[in-house]
């Protein structure tokens, strides 16, 4: 079977996975007006609901941070937080909801490394993502910073980083090397690309995947989601016992 067969291939659709297993999400975007995520307090709120429905206790959010673009820190994203915060508590939403970051490899970041000004979850983890065009030249000896520091790296969608396509042992190396993988859910539909999803059932398969995200940024991520546990995949991953979200409540 061709590559392109095997991308465009009929997936047969099963009943919906109860996401409640997982407990946690980590990786989205719900403080309003801080980044290109939620645009108000109440999508905010819409979205948190959302989350609950699908059966989730413990949302971390987590807004960009980047030098030259959305210049967030401790103060904006914490202050974001309690407001989000105070609204569900007016609403009576019986959800956790904390707030860390997701920062992206820039020499800032570099630079909060050493003086310990990193926004981290569960057991000191910090999520980072990479430029989607290129591997940073730097992206190793940041990994080695992270943890010499005390920080345990986890790699946000690795999935969507094209310049590893063709290097799949990257994956394996990375792991290998201490660094957590966080898949988005919503590759596992297509949602980014055809060969976005490939590369993530074959993380899936290789027993790559620690952490399932869903990088939620609006309503329509979560309705996709509904598509998404129906796949076979998630299926695969949510069942196998391999997954820590639930130990960051």
Known sequence: MSLFSRIFRKEKMLAQIDLACLVTDFHSHLIP????????????????????????????????????FYK??????L???????????????????TAAAEYYLDEAFEAKISSKELLTFGDNYVLFELPFFTEP?????????LQTNGYKPILAHPERYGYWYNDFN?????????????????SLIGHYSPETKKIAEKMIDENLVTFLG???????????????RQKPYVHQLVSSGKLLNATLI
């Open 79 to 97: 202050g974001g937080l309690e407001e989000v915060n105070a609204e569900l508590n007016k609403q009576h939403i019986d959800i956790k909801l």
């Open 170 to 186: 990257k994956y394996i190396e990375l792991k290998e090397k201490g660094v957590f993988l966080q898949l988005n859910i919503l």
């Open 72 to 77: 967030n820190d401790a103060d904006s994203i």
């Open 214 to 228: 869903s990088d939620c940024h609006n309503m329509h991520h979560l309705e996709l989601m509904e598509i998404a």
């Open 137 to 145: 030249p730097n992206f190793a000896e940041i990994v080695f910073q």
């Open 33 to 68: 007006k801080i980044d290109d995520g939620s645009k108000s307090i109440e999508d905010s709120i819409a979205m948190i609901r959302r989350f609950k429905e699908l059966g989730y206790k413990n949302l971390i959010t987590t807004p960009h941070v980047m030098s030259d």
